[in-house]
């Protein structure tokens, strides 16, 4: 089937239902406030090189927990599964800011991807990286192609202001000895990463390497093992969408990371990576009409893993 059309039809699908669905766009950032609520943009990237784009394509948005896929890239290409005596690998159940296991778990987070496990990820990075900040725009720029993706230093300040959760659990971890760095400089870092920006088909294209075992698609530079891709598209699986992960698995059956800004991607291994961008977010910080998109595109082309 012809992916340029499916993304097409999907995309005049959802304009066609965006004023009527469901959703806030997050307003615990204030920067991320004023973003406008009704835009789409779907595309995907094949493990051929072959990139489909549909919607508003050229609109950058931040890229948020979705930066999370990155942390964890970097900190396991440094500590292998040693990292995991810092961070588990189990759903939570909890919402992605949620601080009520931390007290209960010694101050090790769940998993990587809520809140608390970004943070502590992005700790022991600190530990091996003297400027983890220009290393990560150095792989975010060579992943996607385009030199001049950023930090939108607005929204990254917004979310420092604004960290007191985050800023909790950060300092919960460290009262279970398990944080490494002045607090304060990790949550920097971790709110910069959230913050970068781009647009749809270059989010797809970052994340080429997990369709395809570990290998960027554009460049053929190893980024991860190929065992541990594998891995880290179990833990998005069961993982990448918070407490929402059981209902996404269910309906779009691939996995999956989500971030506040409205962003989801999705990774058909051997295939490609698809991304999506809406800002409108259900209960549960992941976009609306995001996972609808996702929905449809996996029915179109009968994409479900199992
Ligand atoms: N920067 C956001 C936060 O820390 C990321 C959350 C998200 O995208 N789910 O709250």
Redesign the pocket.
């Known amino acids: 089937m012809n992916i340029q059309q499916v993304i097409d039809d999907i995309s005049a699908d959802v304009r066609a239902r965006l004023p009527e669905m469901a959703g806030e766009v997050a307003s615990?950032?204030p920067a991320l406030a004023e973003v406008e609520g009704e835009q789409f943009a779907m595309a995907v990237h094949t493990v051929d090189g072959q990139s489909y784009v549909s919607g508003d394509s050229e609109q950058n948005f931040s890229i948020?927990?979705?930066s999370k896929v990155l942390t964890l890239t970097l900190a396991l290409q440094r500590y292998g599964d040693t990292l995991w005596q810092r961070v588990g690998k189990e759903p939570s159940g909890t919402a992605?800011?949620s601080l009520t296991q931390l007290e209960f778990e010694q101050g090790i987070p769940r998993n990587p991807f809520i809140?608390a496990g970004a943070i502590v990820t992005c700790d022991a990075l600190y530990s091996r990286l003297s400027a983890p900040t220009h290393h990560m725009l150095a792989t975010v720029r060579q992943l996607s192609g385009n030199p001049r993706i950023n930090i939108n230093q607005r929204v990254s300040r917004s979310?420092y202001q604004h960290r007191h959760?985050?800023a909790a659990m950060a300092y919960l971890m460290a009262s279970f000895n398990n944080f490494e760095n002045e607090v304060e400089e990790v949550l920097k870092v971790?709110?910069g990463f959230?913050?970068i920006e781009m647009n749809c088909a270059e989010l797809a294209r970052t994340f080429s390497y997990l369709a395809n075992r570990g290998v960027d698609v554009a460049s053929k530079r190893r980024i991860l093992a190929a065992k541990q891709n594998s891995q880290l598209n179990s833990l998005l699986f069961t993982s990448g969408l918070?407490d929402a992960a059981g209902d996404f698995a269910y309906r779009v059956g691939m996995p999956g990371k989500?971030?506040?800004?409205g962003a989801i991607i999705g990774v058909v291994p051997g295939k490609f990576t698809v991304a999506v961008w809406s800002p409108k977010l259900n209960e549960y910080?992941n976009s609306s009409a995001g996972i609808y998109a996702l929905e449809q595109f996996a029915d179109r082309l009968k994409l479900q893993l199992f």
């Open positions: 615990y950032i948020q927990s979705v992605f800011n809140n979310e959760r985050n971790y709110f959230c913050a918070y989500s971030g506040v800004g910080g």
